[in-house]
T-cell receptor, first 113, second 115 residues
Framework: AQTVTQSQPEMSVQEAETVTLSCTYD???????LFWYKQPPSRQMILVIR??????QNATENRFSVNFQKAAKSFSLKISDSQLGDAAMYFC??????????FGTGTRLKVLA | GAVVSQHPSWVICKSGTSVKIECRSL??????MFWYRQFPKQSLMLMAT?????????EQGVEKDKFLINHASLTLSTLTVTSAHPEDSSFYIC???????????FGPGTRLTVL
């Protein structure tokens, strides 16, 4: 069975600094997608970034980038130039052929002014 | 962008009553909708997958007779919590997948409190 693990329940970063959130997963599939979602206090799930497993190039979206290591089954999120608005819960998610998402347990990110 | 709405955003009900939550895709046709449950400070747990015009597929441990799901059209799915009890109090989130199927689009969630 596929699993997603986020080993950091909480992380803190100083405003304007860089922080990396970790995610590992387990799967026997070769074709899948990985996502990072942000959940602010409003509880609305917001897609931050996605990565297709067949793409070797790491995805980037402005200040957000991933380090995708397929062989190691690792998918970390790097947030550069952290802003106060980045404070939220961050969930790593895995999706294979069934279209179902499997979410990690989440990492609460605090941004310090 | 793809927008998914949920109604109501919050509901309080008495123990033993039934509550219906609606999930609508506003600007696209949702081939599949998903229902999640999220307890405080926890992750999203998939409850069921709902395909338009067919019976929902429930995850292991989810009572299908208690959580009734109807997906009558390509833009609407409903979750009915029957005979609600305080332990059913939670945050319920729906999501929808369009025909491209790559990602899910999430609704804003419904907070259910059962007294």
């Amino acid at each position: 069975a596929q699993t997603v693990t986020q080993s950091q329940p909480e992380m803190s970063v100083q405003e304007a600094e860089t922080v990396t959130l970790s995610c590992t997963y387990d799967t026997s599939e070769s074709d899948y997608y990985l996502f990072w979602y942000k959940q602010p206090p409003s509880r609305q799930m917001i897609l931050v970034i996605r990565q297709e497993a067949y793409k070797q190039q790491n995805a980037t979206e402005n200040r957000f980038s991933v380090n995708f290591q397929k062989a190691a089954k690792s998918f970390s999120l790097k947030i550069s130039d952290s802003q106060l608005g980045d404070a939220a819960m961050y969930f790593c998610a895995y999706r294979a052929g069934t279209y179902k998402y499997i979410f990690g347990t989440g990492t609460r990110l605090k941004v310090l002014a | 962008g793809a927008v998914v709405s949920q109604h109501p955003s919050w509901v309080i009900c008495k123990s033993g009553t039934s509550v219906k939550i609606e999930c609508r895709s506003l600007d696209f046709q949702a081939t599949t909708m998903f229902w999640y449950r999220q307890f405080p400070k926890q992750s999203l747990m998939l409850m069921a997958t709902s395909n338009e015009g067919s019976k929902a597929t429930y995850e292991q441990g989810v009572e299908k007779d208690k959580f009734l799901i109807n997906h009558a059209s390509l833009t609407l799915s409903t979750l009915t919590v029957t005979s609600a009890h305080p332990e059913d109090s939670s945050f319920y989130i729906c999501s929808a997948r369009d025909s491209s199927g790559v990602e899910q689009f999430f609704g804003p969630g419904t907070r259910l409190t059962v007294l």
